[in-house]
């Protein structure tokens, strides 16, 4: 199955309360489009954390393999995959090119297991530039970050 995915993140005061949003869309085997949102809200949390959740609960929410592609305005997330950081960070135990500990590693670590038996191509799309679905994104993970209902981030070290 094909579906596309289009993410983003929002923190208030970075750090402070913040959300993600997510927009999954795929057409199922009658020719019908389907969409879901996906977003949450955080009590306390960082622009980068919410992007990486963004692309965490979509790739979660996914039932079996599918070819993903990825459409994000974070370059934190979409450079991992497209510039290799990650396969530097495993290399290297974690650390970065400076040996210093990645940030974030509990998100990147989840990452990795969700994207576990998907095909995922990584795009990166210019943020606040009228892209619809991007534009969508941030409505939602501003809203959770605004809204009723904020959780915990319990990685989030600050």
């Not at 983003?8 to 969409?35: E, I, K």
């Not at 306390?44 to 992007?51: H, I, K, L, Y």
């Not at 210019?126 to 534009?135: F, I, L, M, S, T």
Request: with cysteine; proline share 3%; net charge neutral.
């Amino acid at each position: 199955m094909q579906v596309e995915i289009f993410t983003d993140g929002s923190a208030r005061g970075n750090p402070g309360p913040g959300g993600y949003g997510a927009v999954l869309r795929f057409v199922d085997g009658q020719g019908c489009t389907h969409l879901r949102e996906l977003s949450q809200g955080y009590v306390r949390t960082t622009n980068n954390r919410m992007e990486l959740m963004g692309v965490i609960a979509a790739l979660e929410a996914l039932k079996r393999p599918c070819a993903v592609t990825l459409q994000s305005d974070s370059k934190y997330v979409v450079d991992a995959f497209n510039q290799h950081w990650i396969e530097g960070w495993l290399k290297r135990g974690w650390k970065n090119s400076q040996k210093q500990p990645v940030k974030n590693i509990d998100l990147w670590k989840r990452l990795l297991a969700a994207k576990d038996g998907h095909e995922v191509a990584f795009v990166w799309v210019k943020g606040h530039a009228g892209h619809p679905e991007n534009e969508r994104c941030d409505e939602l993970a501003t809203a959770a970050a605004d809204g009723e209902g904020l959780v915990v981030d319990k990685g989030f070290e600050g």
